[in-house]
Nanobody, 114 residues
Framework: QVQFVESGGGLVQPGGSLRLSCTTS????????LKWYRQAPGREREFVAR????????NYADSVKGRFIMSRDPAKKMTFLQMNDLKPEDTAVYYC???????WGQGTQVTVSS
């Protein structure tokens, strides 16, 4: 059974940082690219970042480029999203998923507010 469990969210002030984690299970980790999405209240879920199977190729939404860094750890079967210089518009529930296994976990809430 494919599963994604996100963690690391919380309340942070504008300009602050958070590191999100996603633990995966139920599939062969090295066979698929991984992605982060987010969904703000009243809005559709949107793409945030993607990392390929090798970890060498990364893509980011324009809104987070230069502030967020995605990585993956094959040994731990985890992916991470380092979020810097957070803005109020980054407030959302963040989800991880995989290209080959497009299912969703429960997400982790990120709130950026003073």
């Amino acid at each position: 059974q494919v599963q994604f469990v996100e963690s690391g969210g919380g309340l942070v002030q504008p300009g602050g940082s958070l590191r999100l984690s996603c633990t995966t299970s139920g599939f062969v980790f090295g066979t698929t690219a991984l992605k982060w999405y987010r969904q703000a209240p009243g809005r559709e879920r949107e793409f945030v970042a993607r990392i390929d199977e090798t970890g060498r190729r990364k893509n980011y939404a324009d809104s987070v480029k230069g502030r967020f860094i995605m990585s993956r750890d094959p040994a731990k079967k985890m992916t991470f999203l380092q979020m810097n210089d957070l803005k109020p518009e980054d407030t959302a529930v963040y989800y991880c998923t995989a290209d080959r296994y497009p299912t969703w976990g429960q997400g982790t809430q990120v709130t950026v507010s003073s």
